[in-house]
């Protein structure tokens, strides 16, 4: 059974930092990629950021802006989303999921629960 369980969110005041894990459990991955995923209320689900779990095929979304970073580590089975300069409008849950490329998207197949990230002005 695929487990993937968010941790590292919480309150934090405008221009602090954080850093999310996503560790993976009960599959192989090293034929995936891991994507970070937010979603706040009233709002749709988008994609922050991703990376192929053999470390290449790294992406942002435009709203990053240069102020994350996602990376791994294999031995954790671990993925990290470094969160910086963070905002007010970063404030969201956060997921992370596991994809597969297929043709030229990635389908998701297993989706953590989420962990909150809260931003204070």
């Known amino acids: 059974q695929v487990q993937l369980v968010e941790s590292g969110g919480g309150l934090v005041q405008a221009g602090g930092s954080l850093r999310l894990s996503c560790t993976a459990s009960?599959?192989?991955?090293?034929?995936?990629?891991i994507g970070w995923f937010r979603q706040s209320p009233g709002k749709e689900r988008e994609i922050v950021a991703r990376m192929n779990w053999s470390g290449g095929g790294i992406h942002y979304a435009d709203f990053v802006q240069g102020r994350f970073a996602i990376s791994r580590d294999n031995a954790k089975n671990t993925v990290y989303l470094q969160m910086n300069s963070l905002k007010p409008e970063d404030t969201a849950l956060y997921y992370c999921?596991?994809?597969?490329?297929?043709?030229?998207?990635?389908?998701?197949?297993?989706w953590g629960q989420g962990t909150q990230v809260t931003v204070s002005s």
């Open positions: 999921a596991r994809g597969i490329w297929s043709g030229i998207t990635v389908r998701y197949d297993y």
């Open positions: 009960g599959g192989t991955f090293s034929r995936y990629t």
